[in-house]
């Protein structure tokens, strides 16, 4: 999102630091991580294309174990750059005591703020109390928090790098899914998995892992459906990977029942830019990201319960089943699906149509020119004992 700014002409900063939502993350680094450890600097750049990223260097790469002097330095820095940047808008994510201080500080020098918010996780509105504008992927999530918090997020869509994710051939063969956790619907795969394993041994499923682990879920859930398994013969694992298109260009159809409410899954943008349709739960962002290039999925609300466990009854899959086969034998309906496909990832997942509407929502906030403001005066406007 912030490359695509930057083409349009927004001068971009970067202040973060090496903390990461999960290990996986450090793969965005290579090439960067020795240097970065080696490093005896407490604030390190690493240059990202158009982008410097300003990271202050921390000893964990965990942000629940971030240290009190590692993230008063990140504000330090932080306002350092309010100071000598003068930015027009400032943009952060997060609900934590430390991302409070970022609209915070931008509000005390009249500086607009935005926040990004693409889940549906958020139980107050304390931490939005000084944003100006909330983005967010989908309309479902702009929904959502409209209905139980009271503010409207704007949803601006995906960001999807064709570069990084589009092919030109598919030999449209497998089935895909990505992340074989619980919350993802693995419970729902593996059923799936087993009756086409007995039905349609020709039909092939690739499981790429990410934070999850197929072969353990495989066992437990097979386990609780009474056919212990350690291996089906219709399923090939991809260890978890930065390059999707050899995956996408293997993929027939697009597997993504999640059972957690999700915003707005990545993996559906790309599959369909890719011409793949796409199985979804019925809930969450899945449904209007798919719009008529995919199946939606019903299931009972057991399923929908945290840990996400559950497993429907083996009948009530029986109809997916036949849809999935249908998608492998009926080529006409099959291309029809492929050119809805085509059409919806044009539509509502290209990244220009994605820039155009954030360059919208931002533009009455780039508006005000903020950075022109006499900063100081506002600062001591705020102070209650300045003299």
Known sequence: MLHQLAKRGVDVHVLGATVFDAEDGLHRLRGHWARLKASTQKLVNVKDGALVHQL????????????SEEADFFISNYLRELHAFKPDLVWFYGGGSLDFLVPYEARTRGIPSAAYLCNGNYKATQWCRDVDTIITDTQSTAELYTKTQGFKPVPVGKFINPDNFV???????RILFVNPSYPKGVAIVVQLAMLLEKRRPDIIFEVVESRGNWHEVLKA?????????DKLDNVVVTPNTDDMRPIYGRARILLAPSLWYESGARVLAEALLNGIPAIVTNRGGGPEMVDDAGIKLNLPESCHQVPFTTVPKTELLQPLVERIEALYDDEAMYAEFVKR????????????????????AFKPLFDQQAGDKDHLDLIKRHHKHHV
């Open 56 to 67: 202050v260097k921390t000893k964990s790469t965990v942000r629940g174990q971030l240290m």
């Open 167 to 173: 092919v030109r051939k598919n030999s449209r063969k």
């Open 221 to 229: 859930v097979s386990t609780t459906l009474g056919q212990p398994r």
């Open 341 to 360: 496909a085509y059409r919806v990832g044009a539509e509502r997942h290209s990244i220009e149509v994605s820039t155009d509407r954030l360059m919208a």
